[in-house]
């Protein structure tokens, strides 16, 4: 029997220590009482402006090109006018098709014909003087694009380098990329007719970085 009333003991301390604790907890209907009465206290923040965005500007990328092909891009773009909002930027890309003449039986053979193609006005060049597949071939220009070097190639026979040569030859070199910021709807309109006379070389519109 001790057992039993050890646990009726124990049952009436912790049902009187609830009752106490209940009697000694705030009066919530009280608190809003009390918060009613504060109420011209109360004031309401507004949210704070967001900034504005800044408008974004528009830039047209195009390229890129080889030292060759840029030669004749700053000539077609020399009438647009566009000052200082045209911008070069020089990076290595992978040049998967180059413009050649083949293999000569000897050094003295390929320099007498690099002194050929000088005198037709064909400036840029390369003696390839390593040993190897290519010792003693000119390269006469490293593209991104077949088409790029096909229409080279092309260029190059209507001057009378009939022996010149398009194939596969993967090397980095450094070529170039136009930005055009802003361009108006006119300028943008010449500028994609422009870019059908160069098809190797790509052409896309986006926000200018930095901006």
């Not at 220590?17 to 009482?33: E, F, H, T, V, W």
């Not at 597949?133 to 077949?146: C, D, H, M, T, V």
């Not at 070529?175 to 010449?190: D, G, H, K, V, Y």
């Amino acid at each position: 029997m001790k057992w039993l009333f050890a646990l009726l003991l124990l049952v009436n301390v912790v049902l009187g220590g609830y009752l106490y604790l209940q009697d000694k907890r705030p009066n919530s209907d009280a608190q809003i009482i009390n918060l009613q009465m504060n109420a011209d206290q109360i004031r309401v923040i507004p949210e704070p402006p967001r900034p504005k965005r800044p408008a974004r500007t528009a830039c047209l990328k195009w390229g890129s090109f080889g030292d060759l092909e840029m030669e004749r891009v700053r000539a077609a773009l020399s009438a647009a006018k566009l000052a200082e909002r045209l911008s070069e930027s020089k990076s290595a890309v992978t040049a998967n098709w180059w413009v050649y003449l083949p293999r000569q039986r000897s050094r003295a053979r390929m320099e007498r014909k690099a002194n050929q193609l000088r005198e037709l006005g064909i400036t840029e060049l390369e003696t390839m003087t390593e040993q190897g597949r290519w010792q003693y071939a000119i390269s006469l220009g490293a593209f991104r694009k077949e088409i790029s070097a096909r229409n080279y190639g092309d260029q190059l026979k209507a001057s009378g380098v009939r022996t010149a040569v398009v194939g596969e030859r993967e090397q980095r070199v450094l070529q170039t990329t136009l930005t055009i910021r802003a361009p108006n709807t006119s300028e943008s309109t010449r500028l994609v007719e422009l870019a059908a006379r160069f098809p190797g070389a790509d052409m896309r519109a986006g926000e200018c970085q930095g901006e």
